[in-house]
Structures are given as structure tokens and as C-alpha cells.
């Protein structure tokens, strides 16, 4: 089983800051993804990477996976209270997939207006 | 395009009851898998189930149970509840080229 640790395990800003969150691992992975799980809902997929020093963006949201692909980090410009939510990385999901699909932990994000 | 819904939003149940969700999946997805989300462990991945069949088990006891039906319905058992099974039990459907997972909004469930 592939563990991810992810970083901070929480953070509160104020609008207009910048952040970056990050998502580590020992294990190589293929592919990474990212979601934002806003509360009272499901997780909603952002990206997808899969080339080693691949980067990502999505218009405020800068998302680059490492050259090894053990890691990747998610970087928010000028965040904004819609910004809130929790972060989570995991290995692309793999339909059928011997290995076990485990999720980080998650970075709680708070943006206050 | 309809989303994944799950039934019941919320559910309280007392310890040592059984308990069943539901999970409709997203018309034309084939593949549903269920997880279970708590503050302490995050989201943990229980099963997937493709085509009425079982292809991926998480580590759970066999108090969690599963099945899919023809129309790629699913539901979820746990029985003998305990304290530690309170959480956030989410599905997810995939399908499209990438088998992209799509979840629900969860079912809540409380365990007094």
C-alpha cells in the first residue's frame, strides 16, 4: 500500500494570500490526483498528473508533480473564501487495481474574507 | 448528466444494529467503490465493485459487506455496529476513458 502524507494538516489565511500544500510520499506513483472536498459533500476531482515535473494549472491553482513522482505540491494565488474546503491527494485511481487506493490525510484549508 | 446520489443523507443507529446504504451510480458508469471517511483515518477505500462483482477489497472486517445489482445499483452492509464505525461512508462511480471517480455526497451515519 502506497502511503501520502500530506502537509499542512491545516491551514487558515486570509483572502488574497498565497499558499502551498503539499502531498509526499516514498513510493513512486504513476499518476497523481488531486480533490477539493468542500464540507457536507463529496471529494470533486481537480487534476490529474502524470509526467515527473509536470505542471498544472487551473486558473488560481498551480499543481506540479515532482521529478521522482513521489510528490506534488498545490499552489493557490490570491486565495479566495470559495477556495475553502479540504485538499487531497491520491494515486490515480486504478479500476481493479491490486493495489490498495489510500488517500492522504488531507490539508483543511480555511480562507477568511 | 445526473450526479452520484446516496441514500439516507443521515442515519443514527445504536451499537450492535445493522445497518444498509444505497448508492446510485452515474447513468452509463459501471464501476461503483465505496469508502468510509472519518477525522482521525481520512478517506478510507472499503470496496469497488464492477459488473454485480466484487475487484477490490480494502482492509475492513467482514462487518462490511457489499453488493451491486444489474443496473450498477449499490449498497453497502455494516453489521454489529460499533462506536467506531460513526463516519462518512462516500461512494464513488467511475467510467469515461479515464475511469474519472465521481462521488456522492455521503451518508452520515452515527453510532450511539
Known amino acids: 500500500t502506497q502511503l501520502l502524507e500530506q502537509s499542512p494538516q491545516f491551514l487558515s489565511i486570509q483572502e488574497g494570500e498565497n499558499l502551498t500544500v503539499y502531498c509526499n510520499s516514498s513510493?513512486?506513483?504513476?499518476?497523481l490526483q488531486w480533490y477539493r472536498q468542500e464540507p457536507g459533500e463529496g471529494p470533486v476531482l481537480l487534476v490529474t498528473?502524470?509526467?515527473?515535473?509536470e505542471v498544472k494549472k487551473l486558473k488560481r491553482l498551480t499543481f506540479q508533480f515532482g521529478d521522482a513522482r513521489k510528490d506534488s505540491s498545490l499552489h493557490i494565488t490570491a486565495a479566495q473564501p470559495g477556495d475553502t474546503g479540504l485538499y487531497l491527494c491520491a494515486p490515480e485511481f486504478q479500476p481493479g487495481g491490486s493495489e490498495k487506493l489510500v488517500f492522504g490525510k488531507g490539508t483543511k484549508l480555511t480562507v477568511n474574507p | 448528466k445526473a450526479g452520484v446520489t446516496q441514500t439516507p443523507r443521515y442515519l443514527i443507529k445504536t451499537r450492535g444494529q445493522q445497518v444498509t446504504l444505497s448508492c446510485s451510480p452515474i447513468s452509463g458508469h459501471r464501476s461503483v467503490s465505496w469508502y468510509q471517511q472519518t477525522p482521525g483515518q481520512g478517506l478510507q477505500f472499503l470496496f469497488e465493485y464492477f459488473s454485480e462483482t466484487q475487484r477490490n477489497k480494502g482492509n475492513f472486517p467482514g462487518r462490511f459487506s457489499g453488493r451491486q445489482f444489474s443496473n450498477s445499483r449499490s449498497e453497502m452492509n455494516v453489521s454489529t455496529l460499533e462506536l467506531g464505525d460513526s463516519a462518512l461512508y462516500l461512494c464513488?462511480?467511475?467510467?469515461?476513458?479515464?475511469?474519472?471517480?465521481?462521488f456522492g455526497p455521503g451518508t452520515r451515519l452515527l453510532v450511539l
Open positions: 513510493s513512486v506513483f504513476s499518476s
Open positions: 498528473v502524470v509526467t515527473g515535473g
Open positions: 464513488a462511480s467511475s467510467g469515461g476513458a479515464r475511469e474519472t471517480q465521481y
